[in-house]
């Protein structure tokens, strides 16, 4: 198999999976037992513990500037990067309540997923589905995010930023890893999974390019 170097199934699992044997077929199953591989876990560990720290920075901010609206949040960088520009806006607080308290939640749940990958607990077919579906929730909430900060509040969060970064790579990674649970998705999910470093290469292109056309007129005068 190509892509993430492979755990023996013996070391992922305690005992043959049936219930998913019974959902998929004989070519596929040997497969998504392989996946998540422990080095998967250890990268979802990675990318939710920065989001998690982002996120926290950014709740413990916030809290701050509701408490002292004079507060000056040390993310505030210059006019284009600044935590408080964004923070003090309606989008900060889409649900009613600060974004960065979605985060805290979300991350968190991402660590957990990563922690039993990391130490072999069998993880479920339902369980990777629910990271996928959680994490493609995050990415379109990101991407509308990202279109508020750029083209309506004209400012980027650095927090935010860290945010998004971490967001990408684990969709992508996620919603590859379910598509390989599915006999009719998983030969195309395994040709983009051999890709999916292109593909994130090509999704964080997007973004810069962006930020770089949108407040060119700033960037501009830094050279």
Known sequence: MSG?????ADQVDEGPDDELDDELDGAVAPLVRELPTRLTGAAYVVLGGAGLYAALALAIDKVK???DPTF?????????????????????????????????????????????????ARVTN???????????????????????????????CPWCLLVWTVTLPLTLWSVLIAARTVPALASAAELLWDARFLLLFLWYLGFIV??????????????
């Not at 508020?148 to 004209?154: A, H, K, L, N, P």
């Not at 962006?210 to 050279?223: G, N, P």
């Open 126 to 156: 339902a369980a990777r589905w629910g990271m996928a579906v959680g994490t493609v929730a995050g990415a379109v909430m990101v991407h509308w995010l990202a279109y508020q900060s750029m083209f309506v509040i004209g400012a980027l």
């Open 72 to 120: 000056v949040p040390g993310c505030n960088l210059n006019p284009v990067l600044s935590c408080g520009s964004v923070m003090e806006t309606d989008q900060a607080s889409v649900f009613g309540f600060p974004n960065p308290f979605l985060g805290l939640i979300g991350f968190g749940a991402v660590v957990a997923y990563g922690l039993l990958v990391v130490t072999g």
């Open 210 to 223: 962006t930020a770089l056309v949108q407040f060119w007129s700033y960037w501009q005068t830094l050279l």
């Open 4 to 8: 993430d170097p492979t755990t023996p």
């Open 65 to 67: 500037l509701l408490e």
